[in-house]
């Protein structure tokens, strides 16, 4: 089992950035593929990005590609969002998660994940 917690999150002018990490507890956290998601006021959750246990693979949303970057310290026990050039439309409570599944097709879905952080609230402003 592993404990997420997530921090990072804040106020942000339009085109600025943030960086988000979450950290997980337990020996095992490298075991884990680990995604993002978010969640927008009246919105469904949605996917935003994923990456494997070992780091050598990466999965985004259409709506973030090239904007955000997600990576790993498995050493830290931490996975970390990268948020450059937001949008208003960025602004939501973003979660992280935690998978044991290795079939990629499945980290684009909530269903896919094991566990789950508290969520951290991130307000981009126009």
């Known amino acids: 089992q592993v404990q997420l917690v997530e921090s990072g999150g804040g106020l942000v002018q339009a085109g600025g950035s943030l960086r988000l990490s979450c950290a997980g507890s337990?020996?095992?956290?490298?075991?884990?593929?680990m995604g993002w998601f978010r969640q927008a006021p009246g919105k469904e959750r949605e996917f935003v990005a994923a990456?494997?246990?070992?780091?050598?693979?990466?999965y985004y949303a259409d709506s973030v590609k090239g904007r955000f970057t997600i990576s790993r310290d498995n050493a830290k026990n931490t996975v970390y969002l990268e948020m450059n050039s937001l949008k208003p439309e960025d602004t939501a409570v973003y979660y992280c998660a935690a998978a044991t599944t290795r079939t990629a097709a499945r980290y684009f879905f909530m269903s896919g994940y094991d566990y789950w952080g508290q969520g951290t609230q991130v307000t981009v402003s126009s």
């Open positions: 337990g020996r095992t956290f490298s075991s884990y593929a």
């Open positions: 990456i494997s246990w070992s780091g050598g693979s990466t």
